[in-house]
C-alpha cells in the first residue's frame, strides 16, 4: 500500500497494492493492520455505503456539523472525480479543496478526515461508489455546500449541467455557513 500525502494535510490517496495476472486480479481494499501502520490512524469504521450513479451524476458537497464522518472511498465501477473541502475553522487550510480521480481501473482510495465536506462527480457512464464511515448518518445533523459556490471555485470537470438532487441544488453558500 503506498500513501500519498494531498495538498491538504489528514487528506490522503492510497494506493493498494495489486496482484494480477491472466486471470484478473486481487487486491485487499481495507487492512486495519497495515491501515494502521502505514497511516498513524487508529480509526474506527462503522458504516459501509455503495451508491450507483450515471454520468454527469454530482453528489455533495455533504458533511454533518455533529457527528462528523470520516470517510474511505473507492470506486468499483466506472470513474469519479472525487472532491474535498477543508471546513476545519482553525486549520490554516479552511476553505481549500482537493480533487483526485477513483476509477475501477486505478483501484486508488481516498481517506476524507472528519472536518471535511466530500462530494464527487461521475465521469464514466455509470459509477459505483463504495466508502467506509467513522460514524453512522445522522440526517438532523447533515449539510450541504453548494457544489459550484464561487469562493471555493472548485474547477469541476463538466462537459455538461450536472444532474444534482435537490438537496445538493439548495446547498448553501460557503459564506452563510457558520462554522464552529
Keep these: 500500500?503506498?500513501?500519498?500525502?494531498?495538498?491538504?494535510?489528514?487528506?490522503?490517496?492510497?494506493?493498494?497494492?495489486?496482484?494480477?495476472?491472466?486471470?484478473?486480479?486481487?487486491?485487499?481494499?481495507f487492512n486495519q493492520r497495515i491501515w494502521e501502520e502505514?497511516?498513524?490512524?487508529?480509526?474506527?469504521?462503522?458504516q459501509d455505503n455503495h451508491s450507483r450513479s450515471a454520468r454527469h451524476v454530482l453528489r455533495g458537497l455533504h458533511y454533518q456539523e455533529k457527528q462528523p464522518q470520516g470517510k474511505l472511498t473507492r470506486v468499483?465501477?466506472?470513474e469519479v472525480y472525487d472532491v474535498?473541502?477543508?471546513?476545519?475553522k482553525n486549520s490554516p487550510t479552511f476553505g481549500k479543496w482537493e480533487a483526485v480521480?477513483?476509477?475501477?481501473e486505478n483501484k486508488r482510495l481516498l481517506w476524507v478526515p472528519e472536518g471535511f465536506a466530500h462530494g464527487f462527480l461521475v465521469l464514466s457512464d455509470v459509477a459505483e461508489f463504495l466508502y467506509k464511515?467513522?460514524?453512522?448518518?445522522?440526517?438532523?445533523?447533515?449539510?450541504?455546500?453548494?457544489?459550484?459556490d464561487p469562493t471555493l471555485?472548485?474547477?469541476w470537470p463538466l462537459t455538461d449541467e450536472p444532474n444534482l438532487s435537490a438537496?445538493?441544488?439548495?446547498?448553501?453558500?460557503?459564506?452563510?455557513?457558520?462554522?464552529?
Design 153 to 155: 471555485a472548485i474547477d
Design 38 to 46: 502505514k497511516t498513524g490512524l487508529k480509526t474506527q469504521f462503522v
Design 167 to 180: 438537496k445538493d441544488r439548495a446547498g448553501q453558500k460557503w459564506n452563510a455557513i457558520p462554522f464552529e
Design 1 to 29: 500500500m503506498n500513501i500519498m500525502e494531498t495538498t491538504i494535510p489528514g487528506a490522503l490517496i492510497i494506493e493498494p497494492d495489486v496482484f494480477g495476472d491472466e486471470r484478473g486480479f486481487f487486491y485487499e481494499s
Design 133 to 148: 464511515t467513522t460514524d453512522y448518518w445522522a440526517p438532523a445533523h447533515e449539510r450541504t455546500i453548494l457544489w459550484n
Design 76 to 78: 468499483i465501477i466506472g
Design 84 to 88: 474535498v473541502v477543508d471546513i476545519r
Design 101 to 104: 480521480i477513483l476509477s475501477a
